[in-house]
């Protein structure tokens, strides 16, 4: 049940750090090592592609696994929406291998393309929260995500749980191949588990950011780059598809061409900072929306920060950096949809699980 909370989406945003505890005991064995079937890493190494396939929030978590995959294993990757990869399918390489994320492992634009994948004879694995679910029976390989059922529509506990699996995985991959770790992800990913929990205890900062700035705007934008572009795209999903403002996330670099022509005085843009290869020209773009009148919200890991910001994260390792930053949207996105006096575990037109194509 709910317990003492309103909605589900606050529980299992609130269950985070206990999810991300939970799955480095998963996967650890009785030595204290992170462990996986070491037949699914055999068979990453054997590919010479991996094809990250999902929808909505599964599909913003790939891109970020896609980032951990490549800079830990050197493997290239790719991230595809399943509805568009199954009927445009892109020339692939001589070995892909498959990796479905999907939370239910019962999306159907999913599975038609792990249809398709069996066919042809590929390798595939399933990250999925549902054990026992169609992904999950029907790919070669599964690994669970532990974050318990997750029965606010809007997901929030299993996008940080597939992005903890991928980053086990990514781990677990170069060491299978022999390069140099890195990082210690069993000690890192416990970091985090407390950034995260530090972060939620300052919800009443991103309830009053909500009800100041988002609880009457007709629009609102996130901006960000690399990294924090991928996370973006998951905090504009989860704001729109909860508060019903309409909004979207845009790699900063792009405002310029085309984009800023939407700033009106007022305008909400949330610019996220958390790599330093990138902060000086997000925070450029923040400024140059600022002059054409947007209210801007800089939120910045610590150590990129400036006195202007209006929260500062935790640092982490630069890898692991959404786990913690998609916090105070997810938050942002709870409280615009609660004090929009919107069913916030059930957001008008969508359900839990997508069965149609
Ligand atoms: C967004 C949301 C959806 C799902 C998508 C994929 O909050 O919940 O976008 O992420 O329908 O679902 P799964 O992961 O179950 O395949």
Known sequence: GKGTYPYYMAKEIDEQPAVMRKIIQNYQNEQGELEMDPEILDSILASDRIYIVACG???NAGWVGKQLLEKTTNIPTEVHLSSEFGYNMPLLTEKPFFIFLSQSGETADSRQVLVQVNEMGYPSLTLTNVPGSTLSREAQFTLL????PEIAVASTKAYTAQIAVMSILAELT???KGLPVEMDVAHELAIVASAIESVIDDKEIFEQLSLT???????AFYIGRGIDYYLVMEASLK???VSYVQTEGFAAGELKHGTIALIEDNTPVISIITDKKTAGHTRGNAHEVISRGAHSMIISMDGLNQP???YVLPKVHELLTPLVSVIPTQLIAYYTSLHRGN????PRNLAKSVTVE
Do not use: I, P, Q
């Open 57 to 59: 929030t599964s599909y």
């Open 145 to 148: 995500l532990y974050a318990g």
């Open 174 to 176: 170069a060491k299978a």
């Open 213 to 219: 700035h988002l609880s009457t705007s007709r629009n």
């Open 239 to 241: 704001l729109k598809e």
């Open 308 to 310: 202007e910001d209006a």
């Open 343 to 346: 069913d916030v575990d059930k």
